[in-house]
């Protein structure tokens, strides 16, 4: 009984009674059914709504805080917000860039770059 090796490894996939599957039914969906999309990764998700709020709220506190902030005996929560807008602007656009890069790196890996 010989059979054809599919993959690197050459594993072969069997069915519930020991048959060797075909190669083309590995992952097939039958035609009436829509392709179902993996699950978002849930810390990815997370860190794209902090990158949105940090550019967002850093953007608002330095347009809508009036230039007239004055320091008095200690520090207010509108001082402190307007002083920390520019590195809040900075850090969500440092996290943008490296999710980017992220996003661009799983999609390559998916799409097999050096597939033969």
Do not use: K
Request: glycine share 10%; hydrophobic share 45%; aromatic share 12%.
């Amino acid at each position: 009984m010989e059979q054809q090796h599919s993959g690197a490894l050459g594993f072969r996939e069997a069915d519930t009674h020991g048959q060797p599957v075909a190669p083309e039914a590995d992952g097939a969906e039958p035609a009436g059914t829509p392709r179902s999309w993996p699950a978002p990764n849930p810390f990815i998700v997370a860190l794209w709504l902090l990158c949105a709020a940090m550019i967002a709220g850093g953007a608002s506190a330095l347009l809508n805080n009036p230039m007239s902030v004055s320091m008095g005996d200690r520090a207010t929560f509108d001082y402190l917000v307007f002083a920390f807008a520019p590195q809040g602007i900075s850090g969500g656009i440092a996290v943008l860039i490296a999710l980017l890069f992220w996003h661009a790196w799983t999609w390559q890996r998916r799409r097999g770059w050096n597939r033969r």
